[in-house]
């Protein structure tokens, strides 16, 4: 005959076998329970991290932007190839700087480039010797090298020949050119072609 069972037992295992303790002794046994594992969580785990790209990464961004990734991909890509860092405080006032150091050159570059075409444009018209043929004609073409030349030896700037857009000059005449010195400046410059 099967012995009596507590309507509440669980699997247990004791040091005394079970049929030398008595059942009752066995049901208030099993009705203590060992304590169960308690686990004290530290703080919610960040699954997300602001970072400032130090490289330009294809199909994530470029160098200088701030976004937000996961931890993962920063943690085991970014981080350990130095292609980010983390956004904090001081990075961000590091960035903040640089940024308005970047604007100061950008606005003086402009200024120099504006103060570069008042000057070619009240210069006059640099003249442009040619050999003449036939009438108004002239033998060959001006270029932008010789525009280039032209500016070097009377000014004294250096200016590059792939700036310069030059109209098609065949005859002898006053033509205009215009020198691209910034993406926002461009200068015009009188050139007056006669015949040698």
Known sequence: MASPSCASTLPWTSAFPSSSRPLAERCLTS?????????????????????????DIEEV?????TLKVRAGFFRNFLLPKGKATL????????????????????KRVKEEAQQLARVFETIGAFKIPRKGGKGKQIFGSVTAQDIVDIIKSQLNRDVDKRLVTVPEIREIGEYVAEIKLHPDVTARVRLNVYAK
């Open 31 to 55: 009705s203590r329970r060992a304590p169960s594992l308690v686990i004290v969580a530290q703080g919610k785990v960040k699954k997300y991290r602001q970072v400032i790209l130090t490289d």
């Open 61 to 65: 961004g470029k160098k200088g932007d």
């Open 87 to 106: 956004l904090t405080p001081e990075v961000l006032k590091e960035m903040q700087l640089e940024q308005e150091r970047i604007e100061a050159e950008k």
